[in-house]
């Protein structure tokens, strides 16, 4: 996988790195995430060589806790954070790469 795996004594370091990190908040039991990880896996993939842009990915099973914190009520969820705040949550009624990349990319103007 070419997303970034983050964890709770990761998190709050790597999103306030001063790049867009797009992070998918999952459980590994979820129908939707399941379906959406192909998708995921190519976005982090043609963003892999950006270096303003990272794909990441927070297992909401792992810490229940830093979840809720940021708002996650169901999942997938995908946020998108610069410089440690949460700009945006991306909504969508599916998850393709042919509509995530065109969102990264007006994001990063």
């Known amino acids: 996988s070419h997303a970034v795996e983050l964890?709770?004594?990761t998190f709050r370091g790597s999103?306030?790195?001063g790049r867009l990190w797009f992070v998918e908040y999952y459980v590994p039991w979820c129908r939707g995430c399941k379906r959406m990880e192909a998708q995921?896996?190519?976005l982090?993939?043609?963003f892999n060589t950006h270096p303003n842009v990272v794909i990441a990915r927070f297992d909401c099973m792992a810490d229940e806790a830093l979840c809720?914190?940021?708002g996650i009520d169901r999942t997938?969820?995908?946020k998108l954070y610069f410089k440690?705040?949460?700009v945006e949550t991306y909504k969508a009624d599916f998850?393709?790469?042919d509509l995530m990349r065109p969102f990264l990319l007006k994001m990063l103007d």
């Open 7 to 9: 964890n709770t004594f």
């Open 15 to 17: 999103i306030g790195d």
């Open 40 to 42: 995921w896996n190519e």
């Open 44 to 46: 982090g993939e043609i």
């Open 68 to 70: 809720e914190w940021q």
């Open 76 to 78: 997938p969820t995908l």
């Open 84 to 86: 440690g705040k949460a």
């Open 95 to 97: 998850y393709h790469v």
